[in-house]
């Protein structure tokens, strides 16, 4: 066989056993972002990640004006995001749904919950930079304003009469 023929030939029998005709990754269609996210077992919970936020707020509360205590504040300040990034993507609960109408209503629920959580997360990184920055009266305000923030959102959302320790 002449010399480009067998080369040829290689490439053909390569392309084939390599499988190159096959799309690079066909799974990785992206979910549609409108959806809000779907109640699943063992998935996040709104109920857990406020109490990962607030366990932390607790003792951020306490020692915020400590300058001694920086690296631990900026450290509650990550934990308190941490419990925000996971609240923002939580379903929210069905007893929390159940108080919009319809499926619209309740996207909508949804929608402004993930908003509130969003605009929450921009406190607390504000915050962060606020503790960064060493300036006392920054930081008071910044603390100040989560506060009010968690506050509007607790009334915009009525948590329910029986709610437990820390619903304020
Ligand atoms: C510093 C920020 C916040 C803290 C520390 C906080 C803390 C809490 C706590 C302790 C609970 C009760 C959890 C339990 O069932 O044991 C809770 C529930 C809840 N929070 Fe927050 N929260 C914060 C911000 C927000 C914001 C900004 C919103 C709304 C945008 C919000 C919406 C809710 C909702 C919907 C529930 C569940 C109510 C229910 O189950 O009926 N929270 N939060």
Redesign the pocket.
């Known amino acids: 066989m002449l010399p480009f023929l067998k080369v040829g030939f290689a490439v053909l029998v390569f392309a084939g056993v390599s499988g190159s005709q096959q799309p690079l990754a066909p799974s990785m269609t992206p979910p549609p972002q409108s959806a809000p996210p779907a109640s699943r077992p063992g998935g996040p919970s709104?109920?857990g990640a406020?109490?990962i936020?607030?366990r932390a707020?607790e003792t951020l509360q306490w020692q915020i004006a400590d300058v001694s205590k920086r690296e631990d504040n900026l450290a509650l300040v990550n934990e308190?995001e941490r419990g925000?990034v996971i609240?923002k993507g939580a379903p929210?609960?069905p007893?929390?749904l159940d108080r919009a109408g319809g499926p619209e209503d309740r996207a909508k629920l949804q929608r402004a919950?993930y908003e509130?959580?969003f605009?929450?997360l921009k406190k607390l990184v504000a915050l962060e930079e606020a503790i960064q920055s060493g300036d006392g009266a920054v930081i008071k305000a910044s603390l100040q304003d989560?506060?009010t923030?968690?506050d509007?959102?607790?009334k915009?959302?009525e948590?329910?009469e029986d709610?437990?320790?820390?619903?304020r």
């Open positions: 709104v109920e406020m109490k936020m607030d707020l308190m925000c609240a929210l609960p007893g929390v919950y509130g959580m605009g929450m989560v506060l923030a968690r509007e959102g607790h915009r959302f948590p329910p709610a437990p320790f820390g619903f």
